[in-house]
Each structure stands twice: as C-alpha cells, then as structure tokens.
C-alpha cells in the first residue's frame, strides 16, 4: 500500500480516536457531580502531561527554550481571549443554581473542543510526515496520540453531557474535535509540505501546548 495512504489511514484512525472515548457518554445513567470531578481530573491531568512532557517539551528541543517559551505564552494569550470572548454570565441573574452550573460545564466542553480542534491539527501533520519518512514511525505516533485522543474525547464529552444529558450532542462534540487531525493531514500534504520545517512545527506545539494548559487549568 502506498506511504500516503497509509500515512492518512493513521492520521484518521488518531483523530477517530477522539470520537471513542466520547463514547463515554453513552454508558453514563446517573451521573453523580463526584464522577465528574473525578473525569475532570483524570483529562486535566492527561492533557497538562501531554502539554509539557510531549508537546512543549519536543518544542524546547527542536526551536530552544526561548522560541518555544515565546510560542507557549502566545499559545496562553490566544486562548484567554478566546476564553474572554464567550460571555460569562449568560444573565445569571435569572437562573437557577443548576441551569448556572450546566451552562458553565458547556462552555467548558466547548473550550476543550476548541483546544483540542488547535491541537489535532499539527498533529495530524505530524503523523502524515512522520508515516511518510517511516511508516513504523507513524505507526507508534498513531499509538501515542490514539492513547491520548481517547480521555481527551472524554474531556469534550463529559461536560457537555451533563450539562445537556443529550449523548448525541456529547458524541458529536468530541467527534469533530478529533476530526482536524486527518484535515490537518490533508493541508499538511496539499499546502504545507513544501514549506514547513520542522522548526514552525515544532513552534506549533509549543503553542498548542500553552492553550492546553490554559483550559486545563482554567477550565477544567
């Protein structure tokens, strides 16, 4: 089989991956506010390891610790002001304590959704260039990023289901977030690849990182 077609198999596979542990919420009956927090904690702690151990840490390496810091920060700033666009409030005054916290757990699923949609992206560039100068390369890249896609769709998922109790809407959800990895392939072979560097990618992550410590220290 081809490199490019396998290379594109992976990076859907990955980004597939988002949508499984969404599934999550399928399974979820009666969810207790104790599971949440415990979910929530499991995915913050996932995706601030991911965020420094993999992400920012590769970046110090490839760009050096002031490139990479530089781009961690804006990363940071990107997303704060994202943050700071949705409204806040959405007229509390008028609500309920659980109608207050249910539109609270929305937005945070969505922040999560919006990271991990920024985040997918260069890592779907990633596995297309890593499968294409060595398909066992890509093939433990789809391993890693599939292992840490899975909680991340449950950190889309979770939220949004106990703030809706819509399974649907939770799948969906986290579905999407995953699905600008294989896009992220796409653009990288047709756009990108006779371009990038490994450097701008590796900034890329860096920034990416910062956005995921954000939500995960904000948000979740």
Known sequence: MDTIIVAFIFSLTAGLST????????????FKHKHLSLLMGFSAGVLIQISFMELFFSSVIETGFLNANIAFFLGIATIAVIEFLIPHEYKEEHLTETEKKNKRLMKTGLLVSVGIVIHNFPEGILTLFGTMKDPHLGLVLLIAIALHNIPEGISVSTPIYYATKNRKKAFLWSLFSGITEPIGALVGFFVLYPFITPFVLNLALAFVAGIMVFISFDEL
């Open 19 to 30: 949508g499984l542990g969404s599934l999550v919420a399928f399974f979820i009956k009666d």
